[in-house]
């Protein structure tokens, strides 16, 4: 018998898809109309660098207009295709109707590996596609804007706003033309930490919930759980270090290009963090036990696996030797569609992408909202809040002096009740809310019908319904 093919990224979604439609109850039509990926622009221009022309290829993906402006990030990576943005920008179209930000799906990729370049020369690049996607309304704050993805920061985004605002000096909406942008630049405080961060709201949320937690063969809360991460990056640093500075779990395993770092006792996520921007990889670091073949940690026994680097790394390969009782999808795509089919069948809880990883698309929301709305958050409420919180202070300890009891409230309760909530506060709030909420939708789904048993297709059924009674709204 030959061996069963491995999906390829899109045909993974695809069957996702599939699976969910095939328990909904859509006109053939409608669901073709979902399913397909509306556009994919294909560029290939050319960049004078290092006294030659060099040809770069890049993509961006429009999968779905039911919403528009369309979003989702730039990925700079050598293995960027039409296949990868294509599943990328579908998986952005569910994840935002998730999530209930009111965009369509897109996305799009540079076939390079920015660590061949130097600064000056990636900005010329990243300046060029900028330009050559501005000028077909690839990019554009009502149409499509990008954020970060893979081997993008807020440098990359800056360049881009930059470049947009060059083409169009009138456009006073410009700056929300992409999100990730630095908070100098037209970003938003919390912006750079918004997907680790909705990881870790993720993960509290489920774990407010005993009989989710159960299903998964674990108890209690987060505290003391053992986490394997992939991939410390953007998403898998930030998730990894608030999971264990702040809600006390252990990160008993960072798997990176190089390979893995293992310790029962808990790494010190930040410290590897730095060993890795010093030293390219993890090798080398000491008070852990390293291991070459970084994959082999996807298939250590531990409480939550993450992995944060890219698709396709949870396969047929490996998934029957995975033995987390729990996977939380911080990249896209990491489980590929056969692989959860085997993690299905021995139980495994899966949080699946399309929820896990949507604090950055949250935020990226709250910072187009602040670009269009021209002021930050809280600026205009701020100290009236704190007066207001004054009063109150002010009338209780007024109410000790008149009953002689001469008490005073709290010092620390006093300092924090009284401090009026800034723009980072807003935004975690705001992120927080998001992530219960979207939690809760999944799970009625799941716990609801006998013929859902699995988050990822709870996740799907209540995004294609969304954007389905989108397109039935407002005709396609
Ligand atoms: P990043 O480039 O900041 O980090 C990726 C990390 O993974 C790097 O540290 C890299 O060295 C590591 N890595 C790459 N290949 C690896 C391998 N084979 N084994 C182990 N580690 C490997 O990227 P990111 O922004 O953190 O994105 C990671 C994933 O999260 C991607 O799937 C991306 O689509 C998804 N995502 C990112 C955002 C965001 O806001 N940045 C939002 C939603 C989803």
Redo the contacts with the bound molecule.
């Keep these: 018998m030959s061996p069963q093919p491995e999906p390829s990224f899109r045909e993974s979604v695809e069957l996702m898809f599939n699976r969910a439609v095939s328990l909904m109850d859509l006109p053939a039509g409608l669901e073709e109309k979902i399913r397909v990926c509306n556009a994919t622009y294909t560029v290939r221009f050319g960049v004078r660098l290092r006294g030659e022309i060099k040809t770069f290829t890049g993509y961006r993906s429009v999968h779905s207009e039911h919403m528009e402006p369309v979003k989702g990030?730039i990925?700079y990576a050598v293995a960027v295709d039409q296949d990868e943005v294509e599943a990328?920008a579908a998986l952005m179209t569910f994840k935002c109707a998730l999530v209930e930000t009111p965009f369509g799906g897109s996305k799009g990729g540079l076939c390079i590996n920015p660590n061949d370049y130097e600064e000056h020369e990636l900005e010329v690049i990243t300046r060029r596609f900028a330009y050559e996607l501005a000028k077909r309304d690839l990019i554009n704050p009502s149409q499509n804007v990008p954020?970060?993805?893979?081997?993008t920061?807020e440098r990359e985004m800056a360049w881009i706003a930059d470049q947009y605002a060059r083409m169009n000096t009138t456009d006073i909406n410009a700056r929300a033309c992409v999100t990730?942008k630095p908070p100098h630049a037209g970003g938003i405080s919390g912006r750079v930490e918004?997907?680790g961060r909705g990881v870790q709201y993720a993960l509290r949320e489920f774990f407010r919930h005993p009989e989710d937690v159960k299903i998964a063969n674990l108890s209690g809360k987060l505290d003391g759980k053992r986490i394997v991460v992939?991939?410390?990056?953007?998403?898998?640093f930030h998730a990894a270090k608030f999971l264990s500075e702040e809600d006390g779990a252990k990160i008993v395993g960072i798997?990176?290009?190089d390979g893995a770092l293992m310790d029962e006792n808990g790494l010190d996520v930040e410290a590897v963090h730095q060993w890795?921007g010093t030293h390219g990889g993890v090798k080398g670091f000491g008070n852990a036990t390293y291991v070459e073949n970084?994959?082999e940690l996807l298939e250590m026994d531990c409480d939550i696996l993450i992995p944060?680097?890219?698709?396709g790394?949870i396969n047929l390969e490996n998934a029957d030797r995975v033995k987390a009782p729990l996977i939380i999808e911080?990249?896209?795509?990491?489980v590929t569609a056969s692989a959860d089919k085997v993690l299905r069948e021995k139980g495994t809880v899966i949080i699946p992408d399309l929820y896990a990883?949507?604090?950055?698309?949250t935020v990226s929301y709250f910072e187009w909202v602040k670009n269009l709305s021209h002021i930050r958050f809280g600026r205009m409420q701020r100290r009236q809040e704190e007066a207001r919180h004054q009063l109150v202070v002010d009338q209780l300890e007024n109410l000790s002096d008149m009953m002689g009891k001469k008490w005073s409230l709290d010092p620390k309760f006093k300092a924090k009740y009284l401090r009026g909530a800034d723009e980072l506060e807003l935004v975690r709030s705001g992120l927080d809310d998001t992530m219960r909420i979207a939690y809760q939708a999944m799970r009625e789904v799941w716990h609801a019908r006998d013929d859902v048993d699995d988050l990822r297709m709870a996740a799907y059924i209540v995004s294609i319904d969304r954007v389905a009674a989108s397109y039935r709204a407002k005709g396609l």
């Design positions: 990030g990925r990328l954020a970060p993805d893979m081997g920061g990730g918004a997907t992939q991939g410390l990056g953007n998403v898998g798997i990176e290009r890795i970084g994959a944060a680097a890219l698709e790394v911080a990249a896209n795509g990491p990883n949507a604090g950055g698309v």
